[in-house]
């Protein structure tokens, strides 16, 4: 996924364009008022909105289709339980009840879970994380926690890559995963060998930045320069759970409308 993300970042759309901050307040926001709604109409229009905000990233159908199928998939869980399970007029179902409101309840879920996902993706996939998290200790983020985060998106991907070289391995020695005792203790094995050397990784990476005079404090050489176009856009961020939010509280006061 880091190679696909990296492919991504270097796109160019408007959503690219903008300042990496504008954006993070932007997309965040609109995560922040999409998860406050409580009607599925508003959620629905949330989430589309949200599509509409990848397809302006120009971000390709399958690959944002796929994760969003991933995480719905998860979903249908939801889908397939509550509206049995919550209390409420409705109509039968075999020797099942299946409520209004818990249908409506589902609903809301799902929209709402599928939204906020296609948000964090098209935040993820429209700047280098890199770019993403300078940014966010620039709207006064807790240095030591941008830090952390950093090195936590590094180094997954080295343990990812340090567990593959050790699969291959296996493989190599015709190890098959299988339901008994020799199977149980090699990956005790493999697992113990692979935080032996995420530890041994770990200290050599902190007497490297100790060698380097790292004193804890957060450095960026990046300058950034907000522009009218900066403001627009992260204006049109803001709509995709604004938006939703506005026609959320007309629906539940009409007399906001």
Partial sequence: ??????????????IHRLDARWRLVG?????????????????????????????????????FGLRLASVGLFLSLFLVVVPFTVQGDGFPVGPLHVSW??????????????????????LLASGP??????????????GLLVQLLMLTHRYVHLFG?????LRIALRL???????????YRTIGNVTGTLLVRSYERAERVGQAMRARAFS?????LHTSHTTIWDVLGCGLLLLTGVLPL????GLRWPIFG
């Fill in 1 to 14: 996924m880091q190679a696909e993300l990296l492919d991504f970042t270097t796109s160019d759309s408007p």
């Fill in 161 to 165: 890559e340090e567990l593959g070289k």
């Fill in 129 to 142: 994380v890199e770019a993403t998290l300078r940014a966010a200790h620039r709207l006064w983020a807790p």
């Fill in 101 to 122: 409101r818990g249908l409506h309840l589902a609903g809301l879920i799902c929209c709402k879970v599928l939204a906020v996902t296609a948000l964090v993706l098209l």
């Fill in 246 to 249: 506005a026609i959320d509280l």
């Fill in 173 to 183: 020695r015709r190890f098959r995963n299988r339901m008994s005792r020799h199977a």
């Fill in 27 to 63: 997309i965040s926001v609109a995560c922040l008022a999409v998860v406050s709604l409580q009607s599925a109409a508003a959620a629905a229009a949330a989430l589309a909105l949200a599509l509409l905000a990848l397809r302006l990233a120009r971000l390709p159908w399958r690959w």
């Fill in 216 to 220: 804890g404090k957060f450095h960026s």
